[in-house]
């Protein structure tokens, strides 16, 4: 057997075994350097290529590299157009509809399991909790109080404030209960 069909073989040994680096393309195009020369022209009102990598905030010597590569550093590009406070959707997406998920949408990252860290915040939310419960006349029970957790748990990124949340909850479990209590 020759070295090249060793090699050959080798080869194909290794591409079966390493299967994340074959066939994993991105379906999304994104803009070539012309296209994004051309974008990055509008958004800086600049013509020359010097003037336009300077707006972006990087030397004219990575747009020489970038052509002599043929392929643009994306991460470089978008640190740009965000320091100068552009849509990456504008920029990378122009005519499509993209989806923005509303918070209610987004799910809650849990971090490893720690246990003294779960204890800790549920004693908070507890804290929180009962006393809203209690000013808005509703029993603090074992389902009120889950009620309210599950809604304290729920607090992602400061999208609302967790005491005005809750508040809430405990105005509408006042409410639900008022309307139990009507009921014939």
Same mark, same amino acid.
């Given at each position: 057997m020759s070295n090249d069909t060793k090699n050959t073989k080798n080869e194909s040994l290794d591409m079966s075994r390493n299967k994340s680096h074959?066939?994993? %393309? *991105? %379906?999304?195009?994104?803009p070539d $350097?012309?296209?994004?020369?051309?974008? $990055?022209?509008?958004?800086?009102?600049?013509? %020359?290529?010097?003037?336009?990598?300077?707006?972006?905030g990087v030397s004219a010597t990575t747009y020489a590299n970038w052509k002599r590569r043929g392929k643009v550093n994306y991460s470089t590009l978008v640190e740009g157009l965000?320091?100068?406070?552009? *849509?990456?959707?504008?920029?990378?997406?122009?005519?499509?509809?993209?989806?923005?998920?509303?918070?209610g949408e987004l799910g809650e990252v849990r971090p490893g399991y720690d246990n003294r860290v779960?204890?800790? %915040?549920?004693?908070?939310?507890l804290a929180v909790a009962e006393p809203i419960l209690k000013l808005n006349g509703v029993p603090v029970t074992e389902q009120t109080k889950r009620v309210m957790l599950d809604t304290f748990m729920l607090e992602r990124s400061n999208v609302l404030d967790i005491k005005t949340a809750l508040e809430q909850v405990g105005k509408a479990l006042a409410v639900a209960m008022n309307n139990q209590q009507q009921e014939p």
């Open positions: 074959t066939g994993m %393309k *991105s %379906k999304v195009e994104l $350097l012309e296209e994004c020369m051309y974008r $990055l022209r509008l958004l800086s009102g600049e013509h %020359k290529i010097s003037h336009v990598m300077r707006w972006l965000l320091r100068n406070g552009i *849509s990456l959707d504008w920029f990378f997406a122009p005519n499509q509809r993209l989806h923005y998920p509303q918070p779960f204890v800790d %915040k549920t004693l908070a939310g």
